[in-house]
Each structure stands twice: as structure tokens, then as C-alpha cells.
């Protein structure tokens, strides 16, 4: 599981630009009609299988109001994966709404993977991304995104939140997005799929009528010199209604990755939660 593994995962599986509607768990009612985000406080977990072995876990913790949203997300190798390669990583994200889409405000991600420390801490000023910090440094054999190129870009956890608000207004999968981590650049485009029933798994207890959502995302920036200059690596994701949250997710994605030719993420658990504690940043 490669740190840009991650990245694609949250950014493609969870949140492309635009999504369908919601779906219900082992039902056959299709996604319902769009309606207005609401304030929502949800705890969901996500598997990550490769080569039928489990390879990981993803928490995420997501708030959304009227004025903007936070997410935290917690994600760990596991199982014989875990044990030969540990990782972990923290990422926290914080933005407002606007009239044209999100407005980041903070981006800051910390993690250990084979006992590396990796650091990211992005602010946005102006609606552009600034990197107060980055460590390890960006390694000299790739190639540096300039400033000019990161304007006006997101991170991958506020094009997930443009990806809710959008769904909730127009019932739609379809967008354009420009991400930006601090070292790599990437354009994430998602389309219509039509309605597919999934069979229950041993992996979820969520199954039944979804909407499909297929994607993509190609690196166009931050490319490491012995790899192609255009990398793209596509995907899906099938989306639900679930009793337990009043805004729709993705209960399973597939998704390319570098390392092995496809691997999935499985929704394990969603578990409503209290807004009281959560304040939105400064901006």
C-alpha cells in the first residue's frame, strides 16, 4: 500500500468530483432523489484487500455543516501485509464551502511507513495551496510541481467533501478535479456507471442496488524520473443509501495500483456521531 495508493484511494474511491445518490443496504429501492446536505457527523471503516489478502484499515470520521467540513482519516496496514510492511498515517483536513465548490484551509498529514517518518502540512492562502512542510524533502529524482502549476488545487479529502455536497444537490457521478499533496499533481475525473445490484460479501454487510461511479486519476506533476510522464490508474466505486447515514458512500471500490494489477475497499462499519465538539477553523 503506497502512500499515492492512498492518495488515490481517498480521492477517487471516496470522493471524485461528483457521485450518485443514495442506496440502501440489501435493498432493491435505487439511489433517492437529490436533496440539501444536511449537518452530518459519521465514523465509518473501510478493508482494503490485495491478492485476497487484507492489507489494511481505514477509519474516517466526517463532519459537515452548513458552513464547512472536517475530516480525519486513520489508515494502517494490517494482516501478513502489516507484518512484513508496517504503515501507518493521520491525515486531518479542514475547509469552508463556496459558492463555486470547497475552500481548503488546512491539510495536514503525518505517517510512519517502514519506520520513515512522512510529513505534509499544507495552508491555502488566496485559495492556493502553500506547503509549510515537508519531510522526507522531495526526492531529487522527481520532477517539481510549480507554484503556478498547484493553483487553485485541492487536497484529496475536500474533492470527498465536494463530492457529498455535490451528490446531495444533484444526484449526479460526473466532475473534474486538480489535486495536490505537497510533492505530486493529479487530475481526477469521474463519469456515470449506471445502477448495479452487489451481492453480499463476507468482507461488508452492505450489499444490494448501487450506483456505479467510474474514475480515473492521472499524474500530471511531481512524476518520478523512471516512471511515465502521464500516469493514470482508473477505478470504481459502487455507492449506497445506508439506514445509518443521511448522505450516501461508497460500500466497495476497485482500483489499479502500482504494486499489484487491482485491489478493493470494503465499507465495514458506519457509526453516527455527535457534532457538539467539532469547530470550524479560522479562515
Known amino acids: 500500500m503506497t502512500r499515492l495508493t492512498l492518495t488515490l484511494a481517498l480521492a477517487a474511491s471516496i470522493g471524485a468530483v461528483a457521485a450518485p445518490a443514495r442506496a440502501q443496504t440489501a435493498s432493491q429501492t435505487g439511489p433517492a432523489a437529490p436533496a440539501v446536505l444536511k449537518p452530518v457527523a459519521l465514523g465509518t471503516v473501510y478493508d482494503f484487500y490485495a491478492v485476497g489478502l487484507h492489507t489494511g484499515e481505514l477509519g474516517i470520521t466526517m463532519h459537515f455543516d452548513a458552513v464547512g467540513y472536517r475530516l480525519d482519516f486513520d489508515f494502517h496496514t494490517a494482516g501478513l501485509y502489516g507484518a512484513l510492511f508496517r504503515g501507518q498515517n493521520h491525515t486531518l483536513v479542514e475547509g469552508r464551502w463556496t459558492e463555486s465548490g470547497v475552500l481548503p484551509l488546512r491539510y495536514d498529514s503525518e505517517g510512519l511507513w517502514s519506520g520513515v517518518p512522512w510529513i505534509t502540512r499544507i495552508t491555502y492562502t488566496g485559495g492556493n495551496p502553500v506547503v509549510e512542510t515537508l519531510e522526507p524533502p522531495r526526492e531529487p ?99 449506497a443509501a445506508l439506514p445509518q447515514s443521511p448522505i450516501p458512500l461508497p460500500i466497495r471500490l476497485d482500483f489499479e495500483t502500482a504494486w499489484v494489477a487491482s485491489a478493493s475497499m470494503y465499507l465495514k462499519t458506519v457509526t453516527p456521531l455527535s457534532a457538539a465538539a467539532y469547530a470550524h477553523a479560522a479562515p
Open 141 to 239: 529524482e522527481r520532477d517539481p510541481v510549480p507554484p503556478e502549476a498547484a493553483r487553485a488545487t485541492i487536497d484529496s479529502a475536500s474533492a470527498m467533501a465536494l463530492l457529498i455536497r455535490h451528490m446531495a444537490e444533484t444526484g449526479q457521478c460526473s466532475g473534474q478535479a486538480r489535486l495536490f499533496d505537497g510533492r505530486r499533481l493529479m487530475v481526477l475525473t469521474s463519469h456515470d456507471a449506471g445502477r448495479e445490484t452487489l451481492a453480499p460479501s463476507s468482507r461488508s454487510p452492505f450489499s444490494g442496488t448501487t450506483l456505479r461511479c467510474d474514475f480515473e486519476g492521472t499524474l500530471i506533476g511531481g512524476v518520478m524520473h523512471d516512471h511515465d510522464k502521464r500516469l493514470t490508474r482508473r477505478g470504481s466505486a459502487w455507492f
